[in-house]
């Protein structure tokens, strides 16, 4: 199967400093890509979808000013969080779609911890 | 709208024993369904998926599901749990069959595997 990949793996914060995670399909091209959070022992929570050359959609209750969005190539979408608080940590995972597999791919996540 | 319930949040079984994870779902429309498994440290991986097709679907390590429309149930089965199985595992649901389409997931059940 395809392989997607997260960086960094993990981040330690200061509360009002911006984190930028990045999500890369190492193997194919994904013009759609996922963005999720997840909260210990909770499921995962679809924040937004990015779509190669345009904007990302968020879901409703989330803020696209403070997760700021990217997906500048078809291998590459990046997840900003501007002034962090740390009401924000969590575990951030993406996936990207594959036509050939018929399938979305999921990165191993981003564990982000603001202080 | 759609939406997964996960009717367990914890499973323990014997190694050498069936699993059964429960997964019931609701959707206004023909749904796709899929179960994925998480280890720790690791991205999320499809065991199997549903898309209108034959409903006796068998997946990798040996777990097969059966959609079910009259229970609108999508549950998880193994005939032999291996230690190797533990992990979290999420029964989610896509209101359309391309992979770009919106995932909703359950809130997981934790399969736990004993000696």
């Known amino acids: 199967g395809a392989v997607v990949s997260q960086h960094p793996s993990r981040v330690i914060c200061k509360s009002g400093t911006s984190v930028k995670i990045e999500c890369r399909s190492l193997?194919?091209?994904?013009?759609?890509m996922f963005w999720y959070r997840q909260f210990p022992k909770q499921s995962l929570m679809l924040m937004a979808t990015?779509?190669?050359?345009?904007?990302?959609?968020?879901e409703q209750g989330v803020e696209k000013d403070k997760f700021l969005i990217n997906h500048a190539s078809l291998t590459l979408s990046t997840l900003t969080v501007t002034s962090a608080h740390p009401e924000d940590s969590s575990f951030y995972i993406c996936?990207?779609?594959?036509?050939?597999?018929?399938?979305?791919?999921f990165g191993p996540g981003t564990r982000l911890t603001v202080l | 709208a759609q939406s997964v319930t996960q009717l367990d949040s914890h499973v323990s079984v014997s190694e050498g024993t069936p699993v059964l994870l429960r997964c019931n779902y609701s959707s206004s429309y023909s749904p796709s369904l899929f179960w994925y498994v998480q280890h720790p440290n690791k991205g999320l991986q499809l065991l199997l998926k549903?898309?209108?097709?034959?409903?006796l679907v068998k997946g990798i390590n040996g777990f097969e599901a059966e959609f079910k429309k009259s229970e609108t149930s999508f549950h998880l089965t193994k005939p032999s749990a291996h230690m190797s199985d533990a992990a979290e595992y999420f029964c989610v649901v896509s209101s359309a069959t391309g992979t770009a389409s919106k995932l909703t997931f359950g809130t997981g059940t934790r399969l736990q595997v004993t000696l």
């Open positions: 193997d194919f091209q994904a013009t759609t």
């Open positions: 549903y898309t209108s097709a034959a409903t």
């Open positions: 996936s990207a779609n594959s036509a050939d597999y018929n399938e979305q791919f």
């Open positions: 990015s779509n190669e050359g345009s904007k990302a959609t968020y």
